[in-house]
């Protein structure tokens, strides 16, 4: 039986991370660091991988992680999409490891994974940030819109012949422009004559890659719930706090009735993203489903919740200062984000034996 609660293990991570997203992450000081160098904080991203020792929650205890499951990663991702924090968790900590994991012992990939499970070092998937679990991925060295790929230590590369670990500065990583600046994206080229190690033959890298972006899939879910949740609970405030006629103008009815139904579609968004986290975390044969239940619906709710945000602020929320927006453009890059809402409804149709949908 699924369980969609929380334990206490899971409810004390979260208060460590989100405590520490609190003093370091305030999504009100995001803008002002988009307008630097870059909202990347590598002391941030040394803290919450080293010290609390999320990077390593979906890594055994045996390769140096901590052995634990989906369940605690997604917990650690509803923080994160709270506060956009601009870290390379989702592509490293849960694509990328759980590639190299898919692959099962694999004396290539065991140091590497001791690496990232303690934050020493950052990897991804060097494949388009859209692509979806089952969907085509390039092989010919070339790939567009990697995400973190700017950031990262380790490429992991399919070719032709296999899966492949590349030193990230034999490559050509050229940053692209994105929409969301705390996700950075860039044009990765890996020539076949770099360098690299080799961690499996072909079949053994296509299910692997299919297990690392099903799990991206899965808990890119709990990300959308996070941002979801701070974007109501930031309208709500406003509104209450915010008078117009001597009166809040959370008290007007229509402005009620948008926050319930906002709060409805949270709610359910919740639902499904435990429970595809769940799914994963128990290696259920229906964690294809619970997946493609969950990015169809958490996608759509993230994006409504964050438009509502930035409307229920009224000019305040048009404004550069206020994080509004911020949180409305990761909402919108996350309904591209290993898969489209398209990819996993057909996902879906297939998976229950129904007529694809109509575009």
Not at 23 to 47: I, K, N, S, V
Not at 157 to 178: I, S
Not at 242 to 269: C, D
Not at 274 to 289: C, I, K, Q, Y
Request: net charge negative; glycine share 8%.
């Amino acid at each position: 039986m699924t369980d969609l609660l929380y334990s206490e293990t899971e409810s004390d991570l979260r208060a460590a991370v989100r405590a520490l997203l609190a003093d370091r992450a305030d999504p009100a000081t995001l803008p002002a660091r988009l307008e630097g160098d870059g909202p990347y904080d590598a002391e941030l991203w040394r803290a919450l991988a080293g010290e609390i020792g999320a990077a390593g929650l979906l890594v055994p205890e045996e390769l140096g992680g901590q052995g634990a499951s989906h369940r605690e990663a997604a917990v650690v991702l509803e923080e994160l999409g709270r506060a956009v924090a601009p870290l390379p968790y989702l592509t490293s900590s849960v694509v990328a490891t759980g590639t190299l994991l898919a692959l099962g012992p694999s004396d290539p990939a065991a140091p590497l994974l001791a690496d990232l499970a303690a934050g020493r070092r950052t990897a991804v998937l060097a494949v388009p940030l859209t692509t979806g679990p089952g969907g085509p991925v390039p092989t010919e060295g070339t790939a567009t819109a990697v995400a973190d790929a700017a950031l990262a230590d380790v490429l992991l590369v399919p070719r032709p012949d296999g899966l492949y670990a590349v030193d990230a500065a034999e490559a050509a990583v050229r940053p692209q422009t994105p929409l969301d600046l705390t996700r950075p994206l860039a044009t990765v080229t890996v020539t076949p004559t770099a360098s690299g190690t080799r961690l499996a033959d072909a079949d053994a890298s296509r299910a692997a890659v299919r297990a690392g972006l099903l799990a991206g899939a899965g808990l890119l879910a709990s990300e959308q719930l996070g941002l979801a949740e701070w974007c109501l609970e930031e309208a709500v405030r406003h509104t209450r706090t915010r008078h117009q006629f001597n009166r809040p103008i959370g008290s007007f009815q229509a402005l009620k009735h948008r926050m319930a139904e906002l709060w409805l579609e949270v709610t359910g968004a919740r639902a499904a993203a435990r429970n595809a986290a769940d799914a994963l975390a128990t290696g259920s044969p229906e964690a294809p489903l619970a997946v493609a239940v969950a990015q169809a619906y958490c996608a759509r709710v993230a994006v409504h919740a964050a438009e509502e945000c930035v409307q229920l602020h009224g000019g305040t929320g048009m404004t550069w200062e206020h994080p509004a927006h911020v949180h409305l453009k990761r909402a919108k890059a996350d309904q591209l984000a290993y898969g489209a809402a398209g990819h996993h409804k057909s996902a879906l149709a297939a998976l229950v034996d129904l007529p694809a949908p109509t575009p």
